[in-house]
């Protein structure tokens, strides 16, 4: 089946965007039985446990589902690049009272290890951040029988997508919370708007467009489907939900945020992402462009964040989250799919009944 078909048979064409920390498969499942399609964030999955955690998936669900991965870039850093960096990260581990991690043996999982795991658990679709596969590695994912999403942030992206063979495009645009797929430019360059996005991608490559960033219920699906996308992917809207993996203290800061308070930092790990801002993102401002490239920051990072969720401190924490999160809701997933497909069909019957008036008379 083309991915085209996929789409166009969801009962409910909203994919709940992969989250990596935040959801796992109690969500995906919940929103495929409801009708849309869930996203396994498979980023931190090792390459052993692949075939289980897309097993999982299908013992809970018939319908479609996405498998996720990250493409961490193999990290090699200069052990003093490493080191100035946990140096710089000492008084905030100190703060809390926590150990400073010594040196990593590791900063993620191998990639391709992944990916090879994954070919091998072949999921309906198989959507991947960050980074571009060869051709080679689109099509053993479709001799597996998985269909590929690649996700862009510009129409050079979503064009070099479509010339690996991709079967689809998730174009994100700057609104999106977490982090930010750019591959080709830099942050500036990539930094598009979703409605921009889309339209552009739309209008240069000639595969189905899945939209994301922004979209918080009803009124965005209909908008993006409106302009021509597929489907849409959302992610800060799910963040409330019953089975999101985030605690007490990230969710009380989404209750809090104030509007307009999502930035993009680099600071947390080394590659731009948008989060709630905290004290870390404006401490560490003026220093991010000169922490090592992901995955190497989040990795040291990475237990300052436990350790700040465990002392419900959000300042330390990296709190993703997309620029219209005020308008996060707390539910069950599978109900809340449900609900925005019903405001959806609204928005649009609301449009159509404008649309017939037509123009007042001159
Ligand atoms: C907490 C969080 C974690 C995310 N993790 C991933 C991930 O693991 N893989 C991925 O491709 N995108 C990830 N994203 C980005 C989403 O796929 C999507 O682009 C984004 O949520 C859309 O914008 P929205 O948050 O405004 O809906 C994440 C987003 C958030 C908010």
């Known amino acids: 089946m083309s991915l085209a078909s996929l789409l166009d048979n969801l009962t409910i064409p909203i994919l ?149 063979g991709a079967d689809g495009i998730c174009a994100q645009g700057f609104e999106a919370g977490g982090h930010h797929a750019y591959f080709l430019e830099d942050i500036e360059t990539s930094s598009v708007g979703t409605l921009a996005l889309v339209a552009t991608v739309l209008a240069a490559v000639d595969l189905p467009v899945i939209a994301a960033g922004g979209i918080m219920d009803g009124r965005g699906v209909a908008a993006a489907l409106a302009l021509g996308a597929s489907a849409v992917q959302m992610g800060s809207a799910f963040l409330l939900a ?32 948008r989060g709630i801002e905290n004290r870390f993102i404006r401490d560490m401002r003026a220093v991010q462009d000169e922490v090592p490239a992901y995955p190497v920051q989040n990795r040291l990072t990475q237990a300052l964040r436990a350790a700040a969720d465990q002392a419900g401190d959000p300042q330390m924490m990296s709190l993703w989250a997309g620029q219209a999160v005020t308008l996060a809701r707390a539910g069950e997933a599978g109900e809340m799919v449900r609900l925005w497909w019903t405001q959806a069909q609204a928005a649009t019957q609301a449009l159509a009944t404008r649309m017939d008036r037509g123009a007042p008379d001159p």
């Open 16 to 164: 709940q965007a992969p989250m990596a920390g935040a959801s796992f498969d109690a969500m995906a499942i919940a929103v495929s039985e409801a009708g849309a399609m869930g996203s396994l964030a498979a980023a931190s999955v090792a390459p052993a446990e692949m075939a289980g955690a897309v097993a999982a998936m299908r013992a809970g669900t018939d319908a479609p589902f996405a498998v996720n991965l990250l493409m961490a870039p193999a990290a090699r850093p200069d052990p003093a690049r490493v080191d100035a960096a946990l140096a710089r990260l000492a008084p905030w581990y100190a703060e809390l009272g926590a150990p400073l991690p010594a040196f990593p043996n590791r900063f993620a999982h191998d990639f391709d290890a992944q990916l090879d795991a994954l070919t091998r658990a072949a999921p309906p679709v198989a959507s991947f951040s960050f980074s571009i596969l060869t051709r080679d590695q689109v099509d053993a994912l479709h001799a597996a029988g998985s269909l590929v999403v690649g996700t862009a942030n510009t129409v050079a992206e979503a064009r070099a997508w479509a010339q690996v």
């Open 242 to 273: 019953d089975e999101a993996l985030i605690g007490p203290t990230w969710r009380q800061a989404i209750a809090d945020a104030p509007q307009d308070s999502t930035r993009l930092t680099r600071a947390f790990s080394g590659r731009y992402a």
